[in-house]
């Protein structure tokens, strides 16, 4: 039965707030840390736990929401923001904050984190036809990018407002903290607002067939797109918008407010750029969009440092935010279209959770980078362009052969 217009827009909905508030919080995350006292090392293992703890639940909540509820395990989600807003705004404590970020839900790279992501897809794909699957996945990347874009101008807006009427730099970076929090809260009351058809008939006890996480038939496929889309993950996490941020202002004295926007009109791009995706996708296929559209922006990725003043790497960080994205709805769409329909919201969660552990264990490398002097700040940009290249040509040789259903 066809998901009710009603629940296909509160979910399009729920995407806009959560990716607000991911955004929001990603500008000032690191500066806040570091206005709290805390040293590159301890920043970059912060962030890794953030995500491992994110990967954890993620896998709980994913391999139980079909039982338990979908909507029940959306609300914990979304009051687990609720958690880590609140301690970060309450708090300068390393282990408290430690621990809020490990149980909690926050993205320091401003994206898709958490058990949201893979409900709401298998709740979309079995929403539309496998026709509009990727161009609804290209629209709900967009409402998460312009979302992402407000966050990011917001929250350096309101930092900067806020030390201009006086505040210390920590304490404005609390207001922003908290207000993620209370958006923890708008996204709780929006997902009661789902219908009880989004909910699934719980399955049979597990056969032999289906013992691992939900996955039978297409089980040697998730793998190894799993294995591959966490190698492209971990060369994100090198630059995640976090560290991206605190770089501009390092390297060119760039104030919270001018952050704030160049991440506003970066992700605007991202959003914007992939609704070519699809129309892209139904000429040469969905694996070859990822590749095309993905290895360019690797190259101007590895350019940005090597730019000499604030307006030129501004100017290439946007080009390739203007294409960066393409691959991003034809990814995921491809994702849920190769397996078989009881195992994509297992398809997603597991690739999803792979994507996670390897953004998570980047931090930890990147943050001595960033804080070294000269030369070697610009090695995270070098090393995830070229990772991310090693990617584009592994995915493209062992799936171009593998087409989804509307392709064959």
């Known amino acids: 039965m066809s998901r009710p217009p009603r629940d296909v827009a509160t979910l399009f909905a729920t995407r806009a ?5 991911y955004g929001l919080l990603s500008v000032v995350l690191v500066l806040h840390l570091e206005a709290a006292g805390l040293d590159q090392p301890r920043i970059g293992a912060l962030l890794t736990l953030t995500l491992l703890g994110d990967t954890a639940l993620s896998l709980w909540i994913t391999t139980r929401a079909d039982r338990i509820g979908r909507r029940r395990m959306l609300v914990a989600g979304a009051l687990l923001m609720v958690l880590a807003g609140a301690a970060f705004s309450a708090t300068t404590a390393f282990p408290l904050l430690l621990l809020a970020a490990t149980v909690g839900v926050m993205s320091p790279s401003g994206n898709e984190v958490g058990p949201f992501l893979a409900i709401e897809q298998a709740a979309l794909t079995e929403a539309v036809p496998a026709q509009r699957r990727t161009a609804t996945f290209a629209w709900y990347q967009l409402a998460g990018a312009l979302a992402t874009a407000l966050g990011a101008l917001a ?19 609390r207001a922003v ?9 708008v996204l709780a009351a929006t997902f009661l607002c789902l219908t009880p058809r989004v909910e699934t008939a719980p399955r049979p006890a597990a056969s032999p067939r289906a013992a691992f996480l939900g996955l039978h038939r297409s089980r040697r496929t998730v793998l190894e797109l799993s294995a591959l889309f966490s190698l492209d993950a971990f060369a994100g996490g090198l630059v995640v918008q976090s560290f991206v941020a605190w770089w501009f202002h ?6 919270p407010a001018t952050i704030g926007a160049i991440f506003f009109g970066a992700n605007v791009l991202a959003g914007i750029s992939a609704l070519s995706a699809s129309a892209i996708a139904r000429r040469i296929g969905l694996v070859n969009t990822m590749v095309a559209t993905h290895l360019p922006s690797n190259l101007l990725l590895a350019l940005v440092p090597l730019m000499p003043t604030l307006p030129l790497a501004i100017g290439v960080l946007l080009l390739r935010f203007s294409i960066s994205q393409m691959d991003v709805p034809t990814r995921q769409s491809y994702t849920v279209a190769v397996v078989d329909p009881d195992e994509r919201s297992a398809a997603a969660g597991v690739t999803g959770i792979a994507r996670t552990v390897g953004s998570a264990l980047a931090p930890v490398l990147a943050g001595p980078l960033y804080a070294g002097a000269g030369a070697l700040a610009s090695v995270p940009f070098l090393l995830s362009g070229g990772l991310k290249v090693l990617y584009d040509l592994l995915l493209w040789r062992r799936f171009r052969a593998l087409r989804p259903p509307e392709e064959r």
């Open 17 to 21: 707030v959560r990716l607000f508030a």
């Open 250 to 255: 390092r390297r060119f004295g760039a104030s």
């Open 155 to 173: 929250g350096g807006a309101l930092a900067g407002a806020l030390q201009r009427r006086g505040l210390a730099p920590l304490a404005s970076y």
């Open 177 to 185: 903290t908290a207000l993620y929090g209370a958006l923890g809260l």
